[in-house]
């Protein structure tokens, strides 16, 4: 077609085209560009409507309505203070004193991040959020913080969404630019699930600070604190915020806990604000915190530290609007909360219940409820898309209490359990998750140490392996490789050592660590990775693609792969993009202003011998035939 063109345009058909013709007609790549951005989109379309979205399989695509937009919002005064502009003129500690002059409890939105992460399995379309960004803004100005990156954002929507994390950030800071964006950390680890060199760390830190991350949560899977210094240091450096947190874990009213006790957390809150933390968070990443536990936690860290205090808590068990209540009464500075529509069960208490609970009472959060109700009905619409991938608990369910498995984990080890055909085992995954907690010595368990228990519980079952089995017949068991990383001391250590028989057995006579991690490994040299990439991608890649790379280097690569085969994915309506189209519909995506694909499907043929069915489509008009392999 490229070709075709030339030979049709005027001054090459008129004999004064020059060999710098086509340098000086950059129309003709224009229009092959574009034609070749829409024959991507087809085979795009053409192979989901035939083949179905990875997860889902084939599914009709149903008739959605539009998602419900906000109509009538009040919006912010002129006097407003945003905590973003005293970061960016004040720094940070400007915005935590400023956290502890407020009476109204502030509140951190978690809609674009931990609330489909732990409901949606972290499925969540940047086109989705990015279409309500502005007016979230305008309706809930009073927000401490969105959170909306890192945790499992970063590598889900390269694997599964062929999105670019780092566009996601660029694009809904131009359109959130007054409020502090929020980021989840998983110290050494990253946005990853294993120890990095402290250079990559430094790197992430400092590329996350310049695309737009305000405040950095930063937290260890196993409450270590070497593990989180260095992350802290970095954070400072750029002058961005050092939220620290302390996972929480267990009960601390339970007369017989002896390891996380009031005292641990109080030692560890210290060491944190020793540290260099501007925050204190607590991560109750399964939601174990109950109310009068959380009243004489907050109460006497705030005896304890000097800082701010946030506290961030999962639904699950249905107790978190009376925690939060016991939080605030204690004198709580933040509470993480979502749109209604994404909270409760694994995800957050809801922004709107929590407002109506504490109504009149000298903490009430300070918002438009009317403005939030608004937004609310959009993510009720939207959350319509993902339902496919609801795999969570049908309601609040109590037996966290007991299993201890943090919110964003419940799906997705459901989902690895379906993986290996152990989906009706679920009860029993549940309860071997618990006797593994044990075992490993009551660890904390969140991303990646709560992948490790799950490992194992997973692997305990799909084996028929009893506890007592592990310890009579471990020297002949092959056990995950997450397992022995663990008990080699790749992830740290965890409060109170390795149990010693069990780590012995694992280990099968090697050592584990003795130091930190990230001391035995070598600062990574960027430039030769650039080269390796650069080698890949046939271009010379931004130090964003090269810090992706190095984490996630596969999936990286597979992601460039998939986008230079289909193109701007990103583009599609989330319908399209899990369902595809159906027969005689008729669809629009806008490339860029002033390029719009007008895609309609007429026809879906037969397969041929080969399983090869033919997609008759009509693009801006003009009649396109794709074929497509049947794969069902
Ligand atoms: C993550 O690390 O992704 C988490 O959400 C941990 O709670
Ligand atoms: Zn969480």
């Known amino acids: 077609p490229f070709l075709i063109n030339v030979l049709k345009h005027p001054e ?36 989901v409507t035939v083949n179905g979205f990875p997860g889902i399989g084939k599914v009709e695509k149903k008739a959605y309505k539009k998602p419900r937009m906000p109509e009538k919002l009040i919006l912010p005064s002129e ?43 972290t499925r969540m379309r940047s086109k989705d959020m990015l279409a309500i960004a502005e007016q979230t803004e305008q309706a809930i100005p009073e927000l401490f913080s969105l959170e909306m990156w890192g945790g499992a954002t970063f590598d889900v929507s390269y694997r599964f969404l062929t999105e670019d994390p780092w ?27 294993e120890n990095l060199p402290d250079n990559v760390l430094q790197e992430f830190i400092r590329l996350a600070a310049a695309n737009g991350i305000d405040v950095f949560r ?13 992350s802290i240091q970095y954070v400072r450096d750029e002058n961005k915020i050092a939220e620290t947190a302390i996972c929480y874990t267990g009960d601390l009213n339970d007369p017989s806990q002896t ?41 006497e860290l705030k005896n304890t530290v000097k800082i701010p205090i946030h506290l961030h808590m999962h639904d699950t068990s249905g107790n978190g609007v009376y925690t939060y209540g016991a939080a605030i009464r204690a004198g709580v500075d933040v509470v993480d909360v979502a749109q209604s529509a994404l909270s409760g069960k694994t995800s957050q208490p809801s922004m709107s219940s929590l407002y109506y609970a504490l109504e009149g009472t000298f903490h009430a959060p300070n918002f438009n409820i009317q403005n939030v109700e608004q937004l609310n009905r959009y993510w009720e619409d939207t959350r319509k898309y993902y339902a496919d991938f609801e795999e969570g608990m049908p309601a609040a369910s109590t037996e966290v209490y007991t299993h201890q498995m943090p919110g964003g984990q419940y799906t997705n080890l459901k989902q690895q359990a379906k993986g290996v055909g152990l989906e009706d085992r679920w009860d029993d995954i549940k309860a071997a998750y618990t006797v593994v907690n044990h075992m490993f010595g009551d660890i904390v368990k969140v991303t990646p140490s709560s992948k490790v228990v799950g490992d194992m519980a997973l692997f305990m ?14 020297e002949d068991i092959d056990f995950p490789k997450s397992v022995v990383s663990f008990f080699k001391g790749e992830l740290g250590r965890p409060e109170g050592g390795f149990p010693k028989r069990l780590q012995e057995i694992v280990l099968k006579g090697d050592k584990p660590l003795e130091k930190r991690p990230g001391e035995y490994k070598q600062p ?28 996630y280097p596969q999936v990286f690569l597979d992601y460039t792969f998939f986008y230079n085969m289909y193109g701007e994915v990103n583009k599609f309506d989330t319908p399209t993009f899990f369902y595809g189209m159906r027969m005689g519909e008729q669809i629009e995506v806008t490339l860029e202003k002033g390029k719009t694909l007008i895609i309609k499907l007429n026809q879906i043929g037969d397969p041929d011998l080969e399983g090869n069915r033919t997609l008759y489509f009509e693009l801006n008009g003009q009649g396109r035939q794709i074929e497509i392999q049947d794969k069902s």
């Open 524 to 551: 990574l040299d960027f430039e030769k990775v650039k080269a390796e990439l650069a080698e890949h991608l046939d271009r010379e890649p931004s130090m964003e693609e090269v810090i992706s790379y190095i984490m």
């Open 79 to 121: 006097d407003i203070v945003y905590p973003k502009h005293i970061l960016d003129s004040d720094g940070p500690e400007a915005v935590a004193q400023w956290l502890k002059e407020q009476n109204s409890v502030l509140m951190t939105d978690t809609t674009f991040r931990d609330a489909h992460q732990s409901l949606l399995a």
């Open 218 to 230: 930063i937290f260890d899977s196993l409450n270590w604190l070497p593990q989180m210094e260095k």
């Open 12 to 47: 090459f058909s008129s004999g004064k085209a020059t060999t710098r013709f086509i340098d000086e007609t950059p129309e003709l790549f224009e229009y092959s560009k574009l034609r070749d951005r829409g024959n991507k989109s087809l085979q795009y379309i053409g192979n």
């Open 259 to 299: 390891k996380y006790t009031m005292d641990y957390y109080k030692r560890m809150a210290k060491e944190l604000e020793a540290m260099g933390a501007h925050i204190l968070a607590i991560k109750d990443m399964a939601g174990l915190l109950k109310p009068h536990a959380a009243y004489r936690l907050i109460g």
């Open 461 to 474: 079952i799909q084996n028929d392996l009893t506890e007592q089995d592990i310890y009579d017949k471990g």
């Open 167 to 193: 566009e996601r950030l660029r694009k809904l800071r131009q359109k959130m630019p007054n409020t502090l964006f929020q980021m989840l950390f998983r110290g050494s680890n990253g946005v990853g699930y």
